[in-house]
């Protein structure tokens, strides 16, 4: 099947990238899980990801803070490509930047496996019509390159601002509250998944900056 990805966006492991994953996926603070968090408030397995009846499941396993997906509680939970999973003080951004693209576009996806998502099957649905089109020349089909040979204070320098900037999407992102039963979020439809992508990029680029063996992906 497709591989799965899950992108850090927030918390002490801001920027890591977790990339050709297959289900069954299981996070948490404990080693042994297919994703280890360094986070006190998350349990040593705190939830999991399986592939059931063509979908990909999210379950709570019964943790000391529970889990959260787009800002909701839940216990189970069917993911698709561009939700936000918090755990703890922990969010990570559940596919890669090709298949939240994907969610925009398609009322079916469809991915070599066969796993389906129908419309009719969601009970979080996202009108593709309400989204901005991006395009690559709007810098957001790649992060953009890291300067070379910066000096330490220039480093800092651009870390501060990237800060800046990665602190104030996040103030919208971690606001977000979805009303599933009216397909609605507290933002703007044609701004959301254009900005998960970007602050995706912006918490790699962070860390690539903090860790110079941090290897950027894609």
């Known amino acids: 099947m497709s591989k799965l990805t899950l992108r850090v966006v927030q918390g002490a492991d801001r920027g890591k990238v977790f990339g050709d994953l ?12 297919t994703i280890q ?33 787009n800002g909701q509680n839940c216990q189970l939970k069917i993911l698709r490509f561009g939700d936000l999973i918090l755990v703890g003080r922990s969010i990570l951004l559940f596919g890669d930047q090709q298949q939240i ?9 469809v991915d070599e496996s066969g796993l389906v998502e129908r419309q009719s099957d969601r009970d979080f649905e996202v009108d593709s019509s309400l989204f901005v089109e991006v395009s690559p020349a709007q810098g957001l089909e790649y992060p953009p390159v ?70 950027l992906p894609g």
Do not use: M
């Open 101 to 109: 693209r994907s969610r925009l576009n398609e009322t079916h996806l």
């Open 37 to 69: 968090l360094n986070d006190e408030r998350i349990s040593r397995y705190h939830c999991k990801i399986l592939l059931d009846n063509q979908h990909l499941v999210l379950t709570d396993l019964d943790s000391t803070n529970g889990t959260k997906v």
């Open 22 to 33: 297959s289900p069954p996926i299981s996070i948490g603070r404990e080693e042994g899980n």
């Open 146 to 215: 890291i300067p070379d040979r910066l000096s330490p204070s220039q480093a800092a320098q651009l870390a501060e601002l990237l800060e800046f900037i990665h602190r104030g999407i996040g103030d919208v992102v971690e606001g977000v509250q979805s009303n599933e039963s009216k397909n609605s979020v507290s933002v703007s439809q044609q701004n959301w998944q254009s900005l998960l992508l970007v602050y995706s990029n912006l918490s790699e680029l962070i860390r690539a900056i903090a860790d110079p063996d941090f290897k």
